[in-house]
């Protein structure tokens, strides 16, 4: 399955780059491992730029480091063609 989310120019740049390597999300989607993200840049309305990431992980349910109820951490990695 593939997840079209919205990501801001910071954020989608550090992706770019391969800097950010994870993604904090609210888990309200049903993501789950193998599953892809393809990340559109918004700044309050789509920039045009695009790319398509990979959910080799997900770390849910530890609340005593910190991870709010209710959200996930996606670990990212490039999708291989």
Not at 33 to 59: A, C, K, M, S
Request: hydrophobic letters at 30%.
């Amino acid at each position: 399955m593939t997840h079209e989310l919205k990501i801001l120019p910071q954020y989608y740049q550090a992706v770019i780059d391969g800097r950010k390597t994870f993604e904090l999300r609210e888990d309200d989607r049903g993501y789950k491992e193998g599953d892809n993200i393809h990340f559109r840049e918004w700044t309050g309305r789509y920039t045009g730029r695009e790319t398509i990431r990979h959910i080799p992980y997900i770390l849910r349910d530890c609340p005593e480091y910190g991870l709010k109820q209710g959200y996930c951490i996606l670990a990212l990695e490039a999708v291989k063609q």
